[in-house]
């Protein structure tokens, strides 16, 4: 795509969110990067956005409470019958000065909802 549609959303990794050693729920960070998936094509639906598709989604390290991440969201594909949205998450590594991936995931979203079906009848 040409012009790539990004968004970047920080979230903190909180005590609610960890389980009793601090780890970062699985779980709780997949519910919020499907929620950021919908960001950069929300504009593309005229009402609301349909449940995914599809997606894949892996977990290359583990975050803790107090953790400082960003979820980046870019449109990277559209076809005829769907948007693809990717997703990375990262901590900044201060030492270093660089990004540490935490996960990564590829979000499917259909243009249209194919279980509605639309009554073209007239009244």
């Not at 969110?17 to 780890?23: D, E, L």
């Not at 609301?48 to 583990?62: A, E, V």
């Not at 990004?99 to 259909?110: G, T, Y």
Request: glycine residues 4%; proline residues 4%.
């Amino acid at each position: 795509m040409k012009n790539a549609i990004n968004t970047n959303v920080p979230f903190l990794v909180t005590k609610e969110i960890s389980n009793a050693n601090g780890f970062l729920l699985p779980h709780a960070l997949f519910d919020k990067i499907k929620t950021v998936a919908t960001y950069p094509i929300r504009e593309f639906y005229l009402q609301d956005i349909p449940d995914i598709g599809g997606y894949k989604f892996k977990m290359y390290k583990n975050g803790f409470v107090n953790d400082k991440l960003t979820i980046q969201a870019q449109l990277v594909k559209q076809n005829t019958e769907s948007y693809w949205v990717n997703i990375t998450v990262t901590k900044s590594k201060h030492a270093t000065n660089h990004q540490e991936r935490i996960c990564s995931a590829l979000f499917e979203f259909p243009l249209e909802n194919k279980y509605y079906k639309t009554n073209r009848t007239a009244c």
